[in-house]
């Protein structure tokens, strides 16, 4: 079995590749996370709308277009819900996607490995900005409060996305998806897909109050780092 450590020194735990004969614990959390996740989003909503009118000014004054970007993600228990983002993206991201993906075999290579491309023509210059701070996710503090997600939990992912957790599928559906969550504290953008499945799983299977305190701790200084697009 492959560990995968987390080499910025952030956490002192181990992320262990999961082995598909393990059984996931469902659901994670329970009573209890939710509630905090409540408390968390309350408190954050009031205590960043400053950001909140400052991001959305800035994104209708920067391009064409509504200033939230609904996105379908798979949540708890396979049920799929509306991500919300500041949108960060051009009206015709589609499109000028697909134009690079057919013109540049190494665009698309990166694009199958990842889902993410670091020099992205879709990406807006306010949107760049919003990603690399992570400002484009303060409206997913609502999925919060409506129960869609939860303040610390797995990447939400599409249902194209899902298909590559394989044998590791039922511990991401045992969660709901975080705002922040172990992937985040650990590389972010830089890091493998393999390795983001590897941490979701972690996290699914070893949830605890503890780590959830220590990946919210880890993730004001990862903010500050070179680790998103």
Aim: aromatic share 8%.
């Amino acid at each position: 079995m492959a560990d995968l450590v987390d080499t910025r020194g952030k956490l002192s735990f181990i992320v262990e590749t999961p082995h598909p004969a393990e059984t996931v614990k469902c659901p994670t959390g329970s009573a209890t996370k939710r509630v905090l996740d409540v408390i968390l989003a309350i408190f954050g909503v009031l205590l960043l709308s400053p950001l909140f009118l400052i991001c959305y000014t800035a994104t209708v004054l920067s391009s064409p277009g509504p200033a939230l970007f609904r996105h379908r993600r798979v949540g708890f228990n396979g049920e799929t819900f509306a991500c919300l983002k500041f949108r960060t993206m051009v009206p015709d991201a589609a499109e000028r996607l697909q134009r690079l993906l057919d013109s540049d075999a190494a665009a698309a290579a990166e694009w199958n490995a990842a889902r993410k491309l670091r020099c992205d023509p879709r990406v807006t210059a306010i949107g760049a900005l919003m990603r690399k701070s992570s400002l484009d996710e303060l409206p997913q503090l609502f999925n919060v409060l409506r129960g869609d997600m939860s303040i610390v939990g797995p990447r939400p992912v599409t249902e194209e996305e899902l298909v590559r957790y394989e044998h590791n599928v039922g511990a991401y559906l045992s969660c709901r998806p975080g705002i922040t969550g172990l992937w985040q504290v650990s590389g972010r953008s830089t890091t493998t897909y393999s390795r983001r499945v590897a941490c979701d799983t972690y996290y699914a299977r070893n949830w605890s109050i503890v780590l959830d305190t220590k990946i919210m701790l880890a993730t004001i200084p990862a903010l500050f780092e070179d680790g998103a697009y």
